[in-house]
């Protein structure tokens, strides 16, 4: 069974430049969850996808966007880029079920650095 | 809005020592709980999870942690601390499963 895998693990881009960030679900999870990690800082959640629709945001500005494809990976979208997303993102991908708690498994992250 | 506290954002026990890492929720409302550990430039990783069965539940590298509604708090232990130990702990709540909230997290210390 193939876990959570993000891609790229390291990312440098320029203030005002765009960034995508990949990732693939484990196998069998159907929700995606994005979270942004700075420095020092607890995991923030910026938004989740199910079966291709957001379904719950953070409070994160609409340059920060997302897509799940039909296979559920992922992508992160943020245009505009500012100093301050400089972060690690985290992905987590669960198998939504009716009911009670999904357990969320995580990706090891991408490093972006904004310059 | 709920939230979660990490008592202390950094801890340093000898090796061998006890491990207690404190965690504190707001809310009227039992969450779902969870401990998470990173280990530098790593993702997180499930230490244990407390979803409405035993108050006292038993995670892997052997930690532990108790539910205390009265208290609202889900604070994290372990007898004798391992110089693998040392890493940052999250501690998270989520509501019928939706987002993690995550607190700020504590840095662990192990001293030879």
């Known amino acids: 069974e193939t876990g959570v895998t993000q891609s790229p693990t390291h990312l440098i881009k320029t203030r005002g430049q765009q960034v995508t960030l990949r990732c693939s679900s484990q196998?069998?999870?159907?929700?995606v969850s994005w979270y942004q990690q700075a420095l020092g800082q607890g995991p923030q959640f910026i938004f989740q996808?199910?079966?291709?629709?957001?379904?719950g945001r953070g409070n994160f500005p609409p340059r920060f966007s997302g897509l799940q494809f039909p296979n559920y990976s992922s992508e992160l979208n943020v245009n505009a880029l500012e100093l301050d997303d400089s972060a690690l993102y985290l992905c987590?991908?669960?198998?939504?079920?009716?009911?009670?708690?999904?357990?969320?498994?995580f990706g090891p992250g991408t490093r972006l650095t904004v310059l | 809005a709920q939230s979660v506290t990490q008592l202390g954002s950094h801890v340093s026990v000898s090796e061998g020592a006890l491990v207690l890492l404190r965690c504190n929720y707001s809310?009227?409302?039992?969450?779902?709980l969870f401990w998470y550990v990173q280990y530098p430039n790593q993702g997180l990783q499930l230490l244990l999870k407390?979803?409405?069965?035993?108050?006292l539940v038993k995670g892997i590298n052997g930690f532990e942690a108790e539910f205390k509604k009265s208290e609202t708090s889900f604070h994290l232990t372990k007898p004798s601390a391992h110089m693998s130990d040392a890493a940052e702990y999250f501690c998270?709540?989520?509501?019928?499963?939706?987002?993690?909230?995550f607190g700020q997290g504590t840095e662990l210390s192990v001293k030879p």
């Open positions: 987590a991908s669960s198998l939504e079920l009716a009911g009670g708690y999904n357990e969320q498994f």
């Open positions: 196998s069998g999870h159907n929700t």
């Open positions: 996808y199910y079966r291709e629709e957001e379904n």
């Open positions: 809310s009227s409302v039992p969450p779902y």
């Open positions: 407390y979803t409405s069965a035993a108050t």
């Open positions: 998270a709540v989520s509501y019928q499963g939706g987002k993690l909230i």
